[in-house]
């Protein structure tokens, strides 16, 4: 079992940039893919970027490619993503999630076996 609590989401002006941690608890962290999704007012959860178990390959989100990173250390069974150059249009909860042996592009929305409680990002115009 995998239990995720994000941390590091709060109020930056456009233009900005936060860190999110999530940090996992369990032993077996390495043995899954991780991912940042996000889900804003009236829009419908989406996938902002993952990770696969080694680390080795990434995907990211086209509105997203070029100013967010995500990065992990199964030493300390912790997922960061880094946001660069935020915009208004990036406010919502975002969540951590992990997924049981899988690669970075085959995690989805619905494919996660484990869900964080979400962090919320709000930047203002």
């Known amino acids: 079992q995998v239990q995720l609590v994000e941390s590091g989401g709060g109020l930056v002006q456009a233009g900005g940039s936060l860190r999110l941690s999530c940090a996992a608890s369990?032993?077996?962290?390495?043995?899954?893919?991780m991912g940042w999704f996000r889900q804003a007012p009236g829009k419908e959860r989406e996938s902002v970027a993952t990770?696969?178990?080694?680390?080795?390959?990434?995907y990211y989100a086209d509105s997203v490619k070029g100013r967010f990173t995500i990065s992990r250390d199964n030493a300390k069974n912790t997922v960061d993503l880094q946001m660069n150059s935020l915009q208004p249009e990036d406010t919502a909860v975002y969540y951590c999630?992990?997924?049981?042996?899988?690669?970075?592009?085959?995690?989805?929305?619905?494919?996660?076996?484990?869900w964080g409680q979400g962090t919320q990002v709000i930047v203002s115009s």
């Open positions: 999630a992990a997924k049981r042996w899988a690669t970075a592009q085959a995690m989805g929305v619905k494919s996660p076996d484990y």
């Open positions: 369990g032993r077996t962290f390495s043995r899954y893919a």
């Open positions: 990770i696969g178990v080694s680390g080795g390959s990434t």
